[in-house]
């Protein structure tokens, strides 16, 4: 066997061992494996979140400009009606 060939076979056993390690190693590639998961789990809960601002801004945005989304508004969370209106409540068994 010549020089070059010892080196390459020397030097594809350490690559390979280093890979086995770094499987096998708590803090190599599961770790990577387990972060990255964590990463893309944030971008998803990130994506979620800006649409519920989104949406959120698009009713702040209503409520100051369009009285009829006001009234909506005050009449379904603070149950107000106006005078000479009557309010049935149907509760279901």
Do not use: C, W
């Not at 390979?16 to 499987?23: E, F, M, P, Q």
């Not at 190599?28 to 964590?38: H, I, P, V």
């Not at 945005?61 to 009285?67: E, G, S």
């Amino acid at each position: 066997m010549t020089a070059r060939r010892k080196f390459l076979v020397v030097a594809v056993g350490v690559a390979g061992a280093l890979s086995l390690l770094s499987v096998a190693d708590a803090k190599g590639f599961r770790r990577y494996m387990s972060l990255r998961q964590d990463v893309d789990s944030l971008h998803e809960r990130n994506r979620t979140l800006a649409e519920q601002n989104e949406a959120l801004r698009e009713e702040i945005n209503a409520l100051r400009k369009d009285p009829a989304a006001l009234e909506r508004a005050v009449r379904e969370e603070l149950g107000y009606v106006k005078p000479g209106e009557m309010v049935f409540h149907l509760e279901s068994p």
